[in-house]
């Protein structure tokens, strides 16, 4: 396992971006696919965004393909989520996560961060 810290969430408006960063210990971080899910207010945590460990494939969920990008520098233990055209659906507690494998599901991971604010006021 990794701990994973995230950064960069706060209050924007609608339109705006934001770029959420999740910094990792250890060195099996660079062979960890990683990932970040969302939870708004009374919903489940769903799949955001998905990136294999040599940042070579990219998953995205369909509401934010186009949108979001995500991206890893292994050499810095960072992985990324760019968001861009902000909406307040988009308002959610943001986690990074980290495991061997790739998936969709949040039982898929077992590394997680404590997660970030974003809202998106309209």
């Known amino acids: 396992q990794v701990q994973l810290v995230e950064s960069g969430g706060g209050l924007v408006q609608a339109g705006d971006s934001l770029r959420l960063s999740c910094a990792a210990s250890g060195r099996a971080f660079k062979s960890y696919t990683m990932a970040w899910f969302r939870q708004a207010p009374g919903k489940e945590r769903e799949f955001v965004a998905a990136?294999?460990?040599?940042?070579?494939?990219?998953y995205y969920a369909d509401s934010v393909k186009g949108r979001f990008t995500i991206s890893r520098d292994n050499g810095k233990n960072t992985g990324y989520l760019q968001m861009n055209s902000l909406k307040p659906e988009d308002t959610a507690v943001y986690y990074c996560a980290a495991d061997v494998d790739l998936g969709r599901r949040p039982n898929d991971y077992s590394s997680w961060g404590q997660g970030i604010q974003v809202t998106v006021s309209s």
């Open positions: 990136i294999g460990w040599s940042g070579s494939n990219t």
